[in-house]
Nanobody, 117 residues
Framework: VQLQASGGGLVQAGGCLRLSCAASGRTVSSYAMAWFRQTPGKEREFVAYVNWSGDSTNYADSVKGRFTISRDNAKNTVYLQMNSLKSVDTAVYYC???????????WGQGTQVTVSS
């Protein structure tokens, strides 16, 4: 499975972005998927999770009420809608599939999100 993340960029605080993660190589419709993020010098942290069908989601407390994860299995794509962005959301965002207890089997290459205050 190859995961290609896109949609990052520079946005002002309070703005919004939508990240996409397109899978190729095989379908990911049977996989739970997630978004993580990482800033320099810090460990990668969990952001949001969606189960294989899209009817169960979970979020880090820091993004609840602002971010929404969704998926379109027909397009083999997962999305992260990010609203009311804050400077602390600045990070490289990674999508992941095949979640395990300690991480994931497949990772995208990351997309940079920069929020200016």
């Amino acid at each position: 499975v190859q995961l290609q993340a896109s949609g990052g960029g520079l946005v002002q605080a309070g703005g919004c972005l939508r990240l996409s993660c397109a899978a190729s190589g095989r379908t990911v419709s049977s996989y739970a998927m997630a978004w993580f993020r990482q800033t320099p010098g810090k460990e990668r942290e969990f952001v949001a999770y969606v189960n294989w069908s899209g009817d169960s989601t979970n979020y880090a407390d820091s993004v609840k009420g602002r971010f929404t994860i969704s998926r379109d299995n027909a397009k083999n794509t997962v999305y992260l809608q990010m609203n009311s962005l804050k400077s602390v959301d600045t990070a490289v965002y990674y999508c992941a599939a095949g979640l395990t207890g300690t991480g994931a089997s497949y990772w995208g290459q990351g997309t940079q999100v920069t929020v200016s205050s």
